[in-house]
């Protein structure tokens, strides 16, 4: 395996969850790192990206109350998420590869649920 995600679950809107994808080092060291999130019957949607050097970027949708960082010892890659909103709720996936356009990685997706 070589992105696996974890740390999805339910939370109640307004709480904290992270998420964390733990990379392959080949994968890791040479690649941006990002969130992606899926709801049903619609398209995969970038969350958060972060490259190799700390640049980010975040949907405008999860400005504020999201926040990516990578931990480059450990070669993963964390999801902050603050705030949730019900409309958060999504399968989330890990991405590696790409940092203006999904890369060619995927992870297996992690169910986040948030409740209002």
């Known amino acids: 395996v070589q992105l696996q995600a974890s740390g999805g679950g339910l939370v109640q809107a307004g709480g904290s969850l992270r998420l964390s994808c733990a990379a392959s080092?080949?994968?890791?060291?040479?690649?941006?790192m990002g969130w992606y999130r899926q709801t049903p019957g619609k398209q995969r949607e970038l969350v958060a990206v972060?490259?190799?050097?700390?640049?980010?970027k975040y949907a405008d949708s999860v400005k504020g109350r999201f926040a990516i960082s990578r931990d480059n010892a450990k070669n993963t890659v964390d999801l902050r998420m603050n705030s949730l909103k019900p409309e958060d709720t999504a399968v989330y996936y890990c991405n590696a590869g790409g940092f203006f356009r999904p890369g060619n990685y995927w992870g297996k997706g992690t169910l986040v649920t948030v409740s209002s």
């Open positions: 972060i490259s190799t050097g700390g640049n980010t």
């Open positions: 080092g080949t994968i890791f060291s040479y690649n941006p």
